[in-house]
C-alpha cells in the first residue's frame, strides 16, 4: 500500500518537508541535499546506492541534488544473497 | 588445483569469466548463514574468489543495519549482484542497475523467476534482459534452465557466461540431467557455470565430471550443520571433478570386467 504525500505533509515553518523512502512517508529536514540526507540517516555513502524518482543518482551528485518534497527515495545495497 | 598438482591439473587453465580470472572454480551465495562470522569462515575454507551478493532495501528502521560489505572486503572477493526474486526483465534490469551503481564489479547474476512454487527461470524475460544488460556493458552471468536452445541464445545475446541449474535453486537434489549440462558445455564458447542444486559435495563433484567451467552454490554450504566444514568439502569436491574430468573417466559398462590377468592361473 502506496501512503500518499498531502501537501499539507509539509511543514515549512518547522522546516521539514515529507518524502517517501524506501516506500514509507517520512517527514525529513529541509532543506536538505542528498549527502545530508544519508548522514541524517546515519548511512555511509559509499555502502549505499539512491534512486530518486526512479533514477540512480551518481555519488558524484550527492552533494549538489536537492531532496525535494514528494521525492520518492529508495536507498538500497548488499545483503547476503544467492 | 591446490591440494594435488598432476600435470593434467597444472596444464588446466584457471577460469576466467568476463576478463577476469578466478584460481577458484566454486562461486559461492552469501545468503542463509546462521550469522556472519560463520558465512565469513565458510567463504574462506571453500578458496572462492567470487560471491554473489542481493541488492535490497536499507532497513531504516533498525538502527545502522549492517550490510554484507561490513563482513566482506570487496578487494578479497569479486562482488557478483544478483537480481534475485525479480519476475520481469524490467525489475531485473533495475536491480542490476543498481547492483552496478554500488561501484564495485560490472557483473551481474542475473535471474528472472518464472515459477514461485520450483524458482524455474523465465527464460524468454531472461534472453530479453540480458541483451539489454550486455549492451549496456554489464558482464552478464545468467541463470538458466539445463535447456540447450535458451543457453545458446543467451550467449548470443552477449552472457559472459551461462548457468544452467543442476536442479532447482535450494533442493539439493545434485544434477538431475547430466547429459543436458555435458551437451550445453560441449555448445557454447562462453563459460558455462552450474547454479543451483547441488545439496553435498558429491553433487559438486559429479557436477565437476560434466566438463563444466564451474559451479555456483550457497544453500548446500550455508545450510549444513557445519558450514565451514562443508565449504572445505566443497572445495576438494570441485578440484575433484575437475581432475576426474580432466583425467578422462574409463568407458562405463553393465558387465564386469574382471582386473586381474585370465592367463597365468594354476591348473
Known sequence: MMESISPAGTDAAAGTIEVRLNGRVRAVPAPLT????????????????VERNLQILDRAAYDRTEVLAGDALELVHFVGGG | MATMNPTVAAQDPPLTVGGHT????????????????????????????????AVRRVDLDRENQEGVLFHLDPEEYLLLPNTAGCYTAEEAIRYARLGRAAGFSEFVKLEVIGDQTTLLPDVHATIEASRVLAAEGFKV???????????????????????????PIGSGLGVVNPYFIREIKRRLDVP????????????ACVTME??????????????????PAMAAAMRLAVEAGRLA??????????IAVPSSPSKGMLD
Open chain 2, 210 to 227: 560434466q566438463g563444466v567451467d564451474g559451479v555456483l552454490m550457497n544453500t548446500a554450504i550455508a545450510r549444513a550443520d557445519d558450514p
Open chain 2, 141 to 167: 552471468m545468467a541463470y538458466t534452465n539445463d535447456d540447450l536452445i535458451t543457453a545458446l541464445k543467451l550467449e548470443d545475446a552477449g552472457c559472459a557466461a551461462v548457468m544452467p541449474l543442476a536442479s
Open chain 1, 34 to 49: 542528498v549527502r545530508q540526507l544519508l548522514e541524517h540517516l546515519e548511512l555511509r555513502p559509499e555502502l549505499v546506492v
Open chain 2, 22 to 53: 578466478l584460481r577458484s572454480r566454486l562461486i559461492l551465495g552469501t545468503g542463509k548463514y546462521a550469522d556472519n562470522a560463520t558465512m565469513v569462515a565458510a567463504l574462506k575454507a571453500s578458496g572462492t574468489e567470487m560471491v554473489t551478493v
Open chain 2, 245 to 254: 574430468y580432466l583425467a578422462g573417466r574409463m568407458p562405463a559398462r553393465e
Open chain 2, 192 to 203: 558455462v557455470i552450474v547454479d543451483a542444486g547441488v545439496g553435498t559435495a558429491s553433487d
